[in-house]
């Protein structure tokens, strides 16, 4: 399959070393709204361009891997593109992801092209353990833990804010909340309860800063509901001593079995990442080859990760998935 990424931040070039580890992937373009010529990628022989370019290299792109940021770029690029390619996103606003596929779905329809939204691991590996975790045991209850680690979503809503120069943002779990569902005492959480927010950011010279705290706390669908602290550093301070991307997290539900439901089972699946956008891009290049391969079936319109029969996924033959993996 060939692949084309747009927008060659954090996650295009984990897009990238993830196309290398795939062998039957090839990158064929980069695009970029900066000047192509101050950007630099991994990929030998690959041509980076601008983005205005785009259109006329489309019959040469099998999936467009789209790497822009949720709060302001996806909820406009993923429809526009969808006119043209078979795209795939990473939107992770939960509560607008509703909204987004429905806007998705309607131009990919209109010109016959397949697109996929929010993969990566939440929303993506996460929403399906979820799913199978409520299959599995129809009475429980289930819990997300998300950290501790570096939201990018959340990352990039801060950055956006007028006034910042950089920032980054952890979610922490209170371990409180996650060692309670652990022994199965099913409590009733609220999201103030589960998570806390802390922010690192670097304002830019003569801003208002108490502004900035105050925008970053009071902002709806990242920080409102939660226990946020915000930390004002130097470039230097958030070089030194946030410069990676990790992250994870838990998938909890706790579920009663049996006759009178007397019997605890409890599922639960966890990701430890040493690169956040490294492994969002893994998924999202596993869940490309679904979609190019969806595409030639016919199947058009927008998807999600629910909607992907596993096999799609993988690179091997049904006989070999039997073999190794059944």
């Given amino acids: ?45 690959v041509p980076v361009r601008h983005v205005d370019e785009i259109l006329e290299h489309k019959d040469e792109i099998d999936v467009l891997i789209i790497c822009g940021g949720s709060a302001t770029d996806l909820p406009k690029m993923t429809p526009e593109y969808a006119k043209y390619f078979n795209v795939i996103d990473s939107f992770d606003t939960h509560a607008r992801i509703p909204e987004h596929f429905a806007n998705v779905d309607k131009a990919a329809k209109e010109t016959g092209h397949t697109a996929l939204i929010s993969a990566g691991w939440d929303p993506g590996m996460f929403s399906l353990n979820r799913l199978y975790a409520n299959c ?21 809503a801060i950055r956006r804010i007028d006034g910042v120069k950089d920032g980054k943002q952890y979610t922490i779990p209170v371990e409180a909340a996650l060692e309670k569902v652990r022994n199965g005492e099913n409590p009733t959480l609220t999201t103030r309860e589960k998570h806390t927010r802390e922010c690192f950011v670097v304002a830019e010279e003569g801003a208002d800063l108490e502004r900035i705290e105050k925008e970053i706390k009071t902002m709806p669908n990242y ?14 301070e958030l070089d030194k001593n946030h410069a990676g991307i990790p992250h994870g997290g838990f998938v909890i539900r706790s579920g009663n079995i049996g006759w009178e439901g007397e019997n605890k089972a409890i599922i639960e699946y966890s990701l430890k990442l040493d ?12 869940y490309a ?35 190794h993996l059944l």
Avoid at 223 to 232: G, P, Q, R
Avoid at 291 to 301: D, H, V, Y
Wanted: net charge neutral; aromatic share 8%; proline share 3%.
């Fill in 223 to 236: 920080f409102a509901d939660y226990d946020t602290t915000v930390h004002f550093i130097s470039q230097e």
């Fill in 289 to 323: 080859r679904a979609i190019a391969r969806l595409n030639k079936e016919g199947s058009t319109g927008c998807k999600t990760v629910f909607d992907i029969a596993p096999a799609y996924l993988s690179d091997m033959s049904a006989e070999d998935m039997r073999a």
């Fill in 136 to 156: 599995v045991l129809p009475k429980g209850s289930d819990y997300t833990f998300w950290g501790k680690g570096v939201s990018q979503g959340h990352s990039d």
């Fill in 275 to 286: 690169s956040n956008p490294e492994f969002t891009a893994s998924v999202i290049v596993a």
């Fill in 1 to 45: 399959m060939n692949i084309a990424i747009l927008g060659y931040g954090n996650l295009g070039r984990g897009v990238e070393c993830a196309v290398k580890a795939n062998a039957d992937a090839k990158l064929v373009g980069v695009y970029t709204r900066r000047d192509p010529k101050t950007v630099s990628i991994l990929t030998q022989g």
